[in-house]
């Protein structure tokens, strides 16, 4: 394996924007060589973005046409189990964003294919690598709060995620574009796995939606008990117009670490009305920023050192069961036991 990681991107959205400019501009361990996406005409503006790139419309052309050592998918969820194993297949190490697939039975397909060619295999949990959430996480394994007992984990998002993420037969619905993160963050902190899983939702802030996506929601809550009898919360709410909030709780039998704030920026401006005015994140590419960063470069060394990702396809599998389940909650008014069946 070359020092470089020579990688294609599939899907020249807003995900793949983000890693395309990562992998070209901040990032030593990759050397970008494609950009592919079904709309030709993307792939080729985010080339010039990266200042120039193959371009293609099928993974299939890349995997033909140029020597790709690992991709990042950053397509469509329904598109994730397909392509994983395409890739697999190919010998091509994969980076696959979340929610990781449509099921479980995807996801176990994917991990399957991914072990049988020898392949690394890393899901999108960014905020794993976000300075402060790592910090949290090793205080809690040093002790520094003693046991944790209860995990609270919220996103809010500005505005709607594409509209493939809200049909189901291309995407598993809001809870799992905006919260995959937080069910995934709530079972990391936690160091354990849940047992069962209660929801609640509903469409408060764009009712209308309700008609043309079923089982759409956009405000919900679920609450989580662990193996080692911990209590999680996610709660989750898009769009929220006001900004991009991602926050995490952590309440131990000896302490509390709080992660994140609504505040975007130490700017602030106080006049003699005597309010003071600031800005709130805008988006989940400067209030991760590091965090992406630092997720490639982990999935990258994994690769030239052969090593084991930092989050693996066993991590997105579990953090879909935890979507899974609460959407079967949410339908059903009932708590749902995990694993599920
Ligand atoms: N980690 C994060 O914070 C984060 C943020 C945003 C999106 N995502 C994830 O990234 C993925 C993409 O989301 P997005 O918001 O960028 O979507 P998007 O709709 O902006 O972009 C998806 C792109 O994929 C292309 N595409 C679809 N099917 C394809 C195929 N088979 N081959 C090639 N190209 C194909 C589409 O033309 C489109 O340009 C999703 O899994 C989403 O959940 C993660």
Known sequence: MSK????????????????????????????????????LNLAKQLSQK???????????????SEEIEATFITTPTFTHCPLTIEAAEAGVHVF??????????EAEKMISAARKNNIKLQIGF?????????????????GAIGKPILVKSLTRGPGLPPKWALDPKTGIGMIAEVSSHDFDSVRWLMGSEAVSV?????ALIRPELKEEYRDYHDVYVSMLRFENNGLGIVDGGCPVGYG????????GTDGLIMVGEVKGTTLLISKSDKKAVTETFQSWRNRFYEGYISEAESF?????????????????????ELVLAAIESIKTNKPVALPLK
């Open 300 to 320: 990258l060394k994994a690769v030239i050192e052969d090593k084991t990702p930092e989050v693996t396809g066993e991590d997105g599998k579990k953090a879909l």
């Open 126 to 142: 960014m905020r794993r690598f976000d300075p402060e959430i790592k910090k949290a996480k090793s205080l809690i394994v040093e």
């Open 244 to 251: 991009y909030d991602a926050r995490i709780e952590i309440l």
């Open 96 to 105: 696959c964003e979340k929610p990781m697939a449509l099921s479980l039975e």
């Open 198 to 202: 209660y929801a609640l939702a509903d």
């Open 4 to 39: 470089r990681v020579k990688v294609c991107v599939v899907g020249a959205g807003r995900a793949g924007e983000v890693h395309a400019l990562n992998l070209s501009y901040r990032i030593s361990l990759a050397e970008l060589v494609a950009i592919v996406d079904q709309d």
């Open 50 to 64: 990266v200042g120039g790139v193959h371009c293609y419309q099928t993974f299939r052309d890349a995997l033909r």
